[in-house]
Antibody, heavy 121, light 109 residues
Framework: EVQLVQSGAEVKKPGESLKISCKASGYSFSSYWIAWVRQMPGQGLEWMGL????????KYSPSFEGQVTISVDKSLRTAYLQWSSLKASDTAMYFC??????????????WGQGTLVTVSS | DIQMTQSPSSLSASVGDRVTITCQASQDISNYLNWYQQKPGKAPKLLIY???NLETGVPSRFSGSGSGTDFTFTISSLQPEDIATYYCQHYDNLPPMYTFGQGTKLEIK
């Protein structure tokens, strides 16, 4: 069974750094892209970026390029999303997701449970 | 970049009603259009992929149609458990980009 388990909720202050995780199980981790999606309070879904664990090829949405870093640790079967300096506007729920196929066209049937990040002074 | 325009943004209907949501792409995307359901506090759930294919385990009252630029998502007989926000979504390779529609919040009348 494919499972994506995300790290727990975080409360941080502006300017602090943060790294959240998404641990995969039940499939060949290196063989499938992992996506990160942001959902700000009361808002819709925004794609942030993708990473291919086999070679760490990473694609960012223009809206998030330079604002976050996506990485993986293949030995831990874990993908990460990190910030070097958080802003209040980073307050959101963050989801990781795995597409059905590696052509990325047929959607993401597998999702983590979400990590709530709250940034407040 | 391809834009996805979803409508309506909100919808109120009665149990048993037929509900329709539309999604329009800014250019031809063939049938590469997916539909998700999201309930409050939960991760999105993929319902329909490639415009009309029902994801495993999804009730048959959900369906999708369309190709090119115009797509439709239908619930044939609304059930109380269908209260959620629904999103259309497309992936484009050039440039690589997942694009979601703005969402449709479905409520019971």
């Amino acid at each position: 069974e494919v499972q994506l388990v995300q790290s727990g909720a975080e409360v941080k202050k502006p300017g602090e750094s943060l790294k959240i995780s998404c641990k995969a199980s039940g499939y060949s981790f290196s063989s499938y892209w992992i996506a990160w999606v942001r959902q700000m309070p009361g808002q819709g879904l925004e794609w942030m970026g993708l990473i291919y664990p086999a070679d760490s090829d990473t694609k960012y949405s223009p809206s998030f390029e330079g604002q976050v870093t996506i990485s993986v640790d293949k030995s831990l079967r874990t993908a990460y999303l990190q910030w070097s300096s958080l802003k209040a506007s980073d307050t959101a729920m963050y989801f990781c997701a795995r597409p059905r196929l590696n052509d990325l066209l047929t959607g993401c049937p597998f999702w983590g449970q979400g990590t709530l990040v709250t940034v407040s002074s | 970049d391809i834009q996805m325009t979803q409508s309506p943004s909100s919808l109120s209907a009665s149990v048993g009603d037929r509900v329709t949501i539309t999604c329009q792409a800014s250019q031809d995307i063939s049938n590469y259009l997916n539909w998700y359901q999201q309930k409050p506090g939960k991760a999105p759930k993929l319902l329909i992929y490639d415009a009309f294919n029902l994801e495993t385990g999804v009730p048959s009252r959900f369906s999708g149609s369309g190709s090119g630029t115009d797509f439709t998502f239908t619930i044939s007989s609304l059930q109380p458990e269908d209260i959620a926000t629904y999103y259309c979504q497309h992936y484009d390779n050039l440039p690589p980009m997942y694009t979601f529609g703005q969402g449709t919040k479905l409520e019971i009348k």
